[in-house]
């Protein structure tokens, strides 16, 4: 677990992170990375067994904190750094599979999210990783799941609750790791007073219901604290897949900086 409490241009955001295998499973295929810094945070969750899915999300997730990192603050726009970020890990997984032809199937979902200038935010995602954000009671899902059956819902053909226990659930319509990734879109958002943000893979969505993570977000003792009852909540409910949560949050009361 990673937490830290930290002061960027007078707004003091708060953000803890916590990866667990789940109860099922022995391994886990899920990876996260918080910068330091508060200035960006990914979410991946691997696929293609356990030596594919678990290389895939790591070697993701490290290809785009070092893009960011490196690119952190040049002349090249944020959102055009976020997008090249997950064009080169893409790129990285296609050549391990031509490498290590055994992890030839494996892939990788991904949600970021980050601070720009002032209270500026960006996000994007690929797969079924989500960004949900809690403004006042309001919980919103701030990604649109890439699966088959995120597609149905849309086209009326099936009701969330029907998607919920649906055998394609599953199916993801874009993922890291194939050639036909289509161009990632870049998200913008206001960061405010009180807003609680939560990248998760869906081993915490499938357990747990957006009434019951509302509930907790609003609860939030601290970040550290929502993390691991959320974690715990998933478990409980079956933990029948990788569980990683990150909330970020951005308290009300702004503790001011020296000067």
């Known amino acids: 677990m990673k937490h830290a409490t930290l002061d ?54 490290g290809v785009m904190a070092l893009y960011l990192e490196t690119c952190w603050g040049q002349n090249q726009a944020l959102t055009e750094v976020m997008q090249q970020a997950i064009l080169r890990a893409n790129e990285h997984l296609l050549a391990e599979q031509v490498v290590n032809p055994v992890i030839k199937d494996m892939g990788t979902t991904v949600v970021m999210l980050c601070r720009g200038e002032g209270s500026q935010g960006w ?9 949900y954000r809690l403004r006042g009671n309001h919980l919103e899902q701030l990604t ?16 969330p609750m029907q998607a919920r226990s649906h055998p394609w659930r599953h199916l993801l319509t874009q993922c890291l790791g194939r050639d036909d990734l289509e161009p990632v879109t870049v ?73």
């Open 8 to 61: 960027l241009e007078r707004m003091q955001l708060q953000f803890s992170a916590l990866s667990h295998p789940g109860v099922v499973r022995q391994y886990n295929e899920d990876a996260y990375h918080v910068d330091a810094q508060g200035r960006f945070f990914i979410v991946a969750d691997g696929m293609g067994g356990y030596s594919g899915g678990e290389r895939a999300s790591q070697l993701a997730v």
């Open 187 to 259: 998200h913008p958002l206001t960061l405010e007073p009180g807003d609680c943000y939560l990248l998760c893979s869906d081993g915490l969505t499938e357990e747990v219901l957006d009434w019951q993570i509302a509930a907790t977000l609003r609860l939030m003792r601290s970040p550290e604290w929502t993390v691991q009852t959320l974690v715990d909540a998933a478990c409980k409910r079956g933990g029948r897949d990788n569980i990683t949560a990150v909330v970020v949050q951005v308290p009300w009361e702004q503790k001011p900086t020296d000067t």
């Open 144 to 159: 649109q799941d890439h699966t088959w059956v995120a597609q149905a819902i849309e086209a009326g053909g099936l009701s």
């Open 123 to 131: 996000f994007c995602h690929v797969g079924d990783s989500r960004l």
